[in-house]
């Protein structure tokens, strides 16, 4: 993602992991799952499979992050206005 590097990671994988095991949705395993869709349509016909389901992890990781900051900047508009 575009800056992921500038910006410092804070949440460990083990705190992702444990939130996620009591607070998984079914609405977010489809958007995974839509999300995964997407990706393995645009990696069609890439022979390495495990270079294809990083592909996957990293988009939906991608897309968590770009979801929380844009949710962050709507936030804060709405406040100003």
């Not at 995964?36 to 495990?50: F, M, P």
């Amino acid at each position: 993602m575009i800056g992921k590097d500038h910006e410092p990671i804070l949440i460990a994988p083990e705190e992702v992991a444990d939130i996620c095991s009591r607070a998984q949705t079914v609405g977010s395993i489809y958007r995974a799952l839509d999300i995964r869709n997407a990706i393995i349509a645009a990696k069609k016909g890439e022979a390495d499979e495990q270079w294809v389901t990083m592909c996957v992890l990293a988009a939906i990781y991608d897309g968590g992050r770009i979801q929380g900051i844009r949710e962050e900047r709507r936030k804060k508009k709405c406040a100003i206005q």
